[in-house]
Structures are given as C-alpha cells and as structure tokens.
C-alpha cells in the first residue's frame, strides 16, 4: 500500500497563476482533508471531504476549490495563485475513528 | 484558530532521558491525538486518547488526558536520536475534524 500520495512535490508559480495539486489514498477511507502548514505553526484546514461526493470549508478556504473526483482521489486548485498562498500544502485521509493518515506535502512558492 | 496549544514549543534533551510534553485546549473534544512529524516530511499519528480515557500507552509513549482542566501530556521515555522531530497535538471532534496546535520541537542530543 502506498498510503496517501500527493503530486507534484515541489511547484514555483508567479502571481495570479493557477494550478492543481492531486492527492490520492488506496486505504479506502471514507474521509479526506487539504491543510497547509506555515513556518512556526500546525496545520490549518482548509477543506475536506467526510465520503464521495461532499465537500465542505475548513479554517482557510478562500483563494482555493477542491474536487473529491472518487473515492480516492481529492484535488486542490488554486485559481489565481498569491504570494500569501507559499506554504506546504499536506493532504491526508482518515480511518472511522478519526486517525489521519497523511501525505508527504507539496512545497509551493508563489513569487 | 488553533484549538491545540503546545507547551514548550521546543525542548532539547540527553539521549536516554524522558520529554514531556503538554497540550491545552479550549473547547470540548471527542479525542485528543498526537502526532510527529519529521523534518521536511509529514505528520505521523503516534497515538489517540479518547474523551473518556485519562491515560494510554503505546511502547515508550505514554499520554494522559485530563478534561477538567482541557489539557493532556505527552511523555516520551528513554529517548533516542530518532526522537527529535516535532509533536503535535491535535483536537478531534465529532465530524472528524482535527485542529493542530504549533507544534514542540524535541532534539535528543547523543
């Protein structure tokens, strides 16, 4: 088992570019998150997805969108990227009692 | 807002002692977890104390959990180089959500 994976691990963009993050799990949990991390802090929500089909806002949702495409698989998409979006962007997934397991992150940096 | 907040943010400790770590929190909890995470990686669950639990154990992890005062610890025993990293806890509620506090950044020194 992979667990969960995320793509691309690292991505500069300039100011106003869009771009997706994918994420994907094969533990067949039922639920799935975005976060980012910032230097100094935990992590901050800013969507998940608690089964196929639902999606709901987190902590910081705004500038983002998220697709849960299937069961495995959750996006985030960034429209018009801005510099306050550089950060580390972590996806995970979550057993029934509410473990997460989570991905390796994306490192992005937004000039 | 962060629900979890960690207490100290960083402590530095000899290879084969003990680090303690502590976690408050403000509103209630269905669980309170605590996870690691390495250096440029992701985070690790370690481990999870329900609500009406006070203590748990998982190898040299050991974790209690007092609702009266909203707070819960963190001890590692024995300590070993592949210790340091930073812990966190995390505030579990109904809905499967977590709220992260900051974070306590352990170095094990040899």
Wanted: aromatic share 8%; glycine share 8%; with cysteine.
């Amino acid at each position: 088992n992979a667990g969960v994976t995320q793509t691309p691990k690292f991505q500069v963009l300039k100011t106003g570019q869009s771009m997706t993050l994918q994420c994907a799990q094969d533990m067949n949990h039922n639920s799935m998150y975005w976060y980012r991390q910032d230097p100094g802090m935990g992590l901050r929500l800013i969507y998940y997805s608690a089964s196929e089909g639902t999606t709901d806002k987190g902590e910081v949702p705004n500038g983002y969108n998220v697709s849960r495409l299937n069961k495995r698989e959750f996006s985030l998409r960034l429209e018009s990227a801005a510099p306050s979006q550089t950060s580390v962007y972590f996806c995970a997934s979550s057993t029934e009692v509410g473990e997460q397991f989570f991905g390796p992150g994306t490192r992005l940096t937004v000039l | 807002s962060q629900q979890g907040e960690e207490d100290p943010q960083a402590l530095s400790i000899q290879e084969g002692e003990n680090a303690t770590m502590n976690c408050s929190y403000k509103t209630s909890i269905n669980n309170l977890q605590w996870y690691r995470q390495n250096s440029g990686r992701g985070l690790v669950h370690l481990i999870l104390i329900r609500s009406n639990e006070r203590e748990k154990h998982s190898g040299r992890l050991r974790v209690t959990l007092d609702t009266s005062k909203k707070s819960s610890s963190l001890l590692i025993t024995a300590s070993r180089a592949a210790d340091t990293a930073s812990y966190f806890c995390a505030r579990g509620s109904n809905d499967y959500k977590l709220s992260f506090g900051a974070g306590t950044t352990v170095t094990v020194r040899a």
